[in-house]
């Protein structure tokens, strides 16, 4: 792994996942030379506030609405003026939304809704930063692909995999949301043929099932174990991991 001070783009980190994400990058993967911590509404969201008057000189609370093509847009521009010729080298697409209802339940209301935050809000995240990345993998100097050159890591759920439809259904059937993290899954595939020749990443994690507001209390683990997790992954990320979903713990998901 390169000891190049590296940028990462985090969305959603409000809360939950994504709010963890800011605190390990900040506070365990030096050297970084810029954080930036996307989320809906910065002027509430006190926690991350807090994280970055505690690390001043790395994170950027940046405002992003990733259901908004018009805020990815703005938000793109404003990274681009704050980074110099080295690029962004990883963007987590963590921002979601859960819909928890069942098949004969499932409104179009609910479908498009988590499709344009789930599904189309990653889409447009990865063609507005793309310049960006491709000024990290350029500028890098670095063979193969990895995190720390230039990556897109979607954050992705085991509940998406065809194969394991039957997973937690009766309990989680959340049709709309297992649909767009599927369609995901797909957008993520296709990205990663279409940009294999400038050697950009792009792979898919499943969080494991966490104890945050969209897991619910009965989770298997805490937020902490699964950041820890998926980090230790991220670090370890090369091409072999290029279209694939892989777990917290770095084990691959049929999908
Ligand atoms: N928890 C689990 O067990 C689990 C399992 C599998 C996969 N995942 C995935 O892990 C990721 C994080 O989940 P989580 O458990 O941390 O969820 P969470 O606690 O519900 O947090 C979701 C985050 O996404 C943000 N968000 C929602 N819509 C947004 C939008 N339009 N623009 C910007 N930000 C938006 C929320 O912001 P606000 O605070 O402003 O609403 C919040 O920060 C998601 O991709 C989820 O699908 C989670």
Redesign the pocket.
């Known amino acids: 792994m390169s000891s190049k001070p590296f940028s990462v783009l985090i ?9 963890e994400m800011v605190k390990q990058f900040a506070e365990t993967q030096r050297p970084l030379s810029m954080l930036f911590a ?4 910065p002027a509430n969201s006190e926690e991350l506030q807090a994280l970055s008057k505690k690390h001043p000189d790395i994170i950027k609370v940046l405002r ?4 908004d093509p018009d805020s990815i847009k703005q938000a793109a521009a404003q990274v681009g003026s704050l980074l110099g010729q080295s690029g962004l080298n990883l963007i987590i697409n ?5 819909v928890y209802s069942p098949f004969l339940k499932s409104s179009v209301e609910d479908m498009l809704n988590c499709y344009k ?2 599904t189309v ?1 990653p889409m447009c995240i990865m063609q507005e930063f793309l310049p960006h990345l491709q000024a990290a993998a350029k500028h890098s100097g670095m063979p193969g692909m990895s995190c720390h050159k230039a990556a897109v890591v979607n ?4 509940i998406s995999s065809n194969e394991n439809v039957n997973f937690l259904y009766d309990n989680l059937p959340m049709v709309p949301y297992r649909a767009s ?1 599927a369609a995901l899954n797909m957008i993520t595939s296709c990205a990663s043929l279409e940009l294999q020749k400038e050697e950009i990443l792009c792979s898919l994690l ?5 104890r ?4 619910g209390s009965d ?1 298997d683990i805490g937020i902490q174990e699964s950041v820890q997790g998926m980090l230790q992954v991220i670090n370890s990320m090369t091409d072999k991991h290029h279209g694939a979903l892989v777990d917290y713990k770095g084990q691959s998901i049929p999908w």
């Open positions: 969305t959603g980190t409000s809360r939950g996942l994504g709010l996307c989320c809906l509404d992003m609405d990733v259901a963590n921002a979601a939304i859960a935050t789930n809000g954050i992705s759920t085991i993290k499943h969080p494991g099932w966490v945050t507001d969209m897991g989770g």
